[in-house]
């Protein structure tokens, strides 16, 4: 199973980007998709998740910027981010985890934005 991350880059602030992460491979029923994220010398932390049935939950630092999205049938999790700031600087990882518990995760896409 891969997961394969894409649409980072770099941004100015309060600029737009969208990620997009696919999954490939024998990985069914997934239940949870999600995104972190990583700044430098940070723990990694939880950005946006998105269930099965479409419940979805935001850090506090998103919420009314960034919005996630799934698509079934492509076993794709997006991630679009608004107004970004330069505190959203960091590599983003995506992450999947299927009803029979099995995580994965995706390699990372770098945003940056400068101020």
């Known amino acids: 199973v891969q997961l394969q991350a894409s649409g980072g880059g770099w941004v100015q602030a309060m600029g737009s980007l969208r990620l997009s992460c696919t999954a490939s491979?024998?990985?069914?029923?997934?239940?949870?998709m999600s995104w972190f994220r990583q700044a430098p010398g940070q723990q990694r932390e939880l950005v946006a998740a998105?269930?099965?049935?479409?419940?979805?939950n935001y850090a506090e630092f998103v919420k009314g910027r960034f919005t996630i999205s799934r698509d079934y049938a492509k076993r794709t999790v997006s991630l679009q981010m608004n107004s970004l700031q330069f505190e959203d600087t960091a590599i983003y990882y995506c992450?999947?985890?299927?009803?029979?518990?099995?995580?994965?995760w995706g390699q990372g896409t770098q945003v940056t934005v400068s101020s």
């Open positions: 998105i269930t099965d049935g479409g419940y979805t």
């Open positions: 992450r999947m985890i299927s009803w029979g518990g099995a995580v994965y």
């Open positions: 491979g024998s990985i069914f029923s997934i239940n949870e």
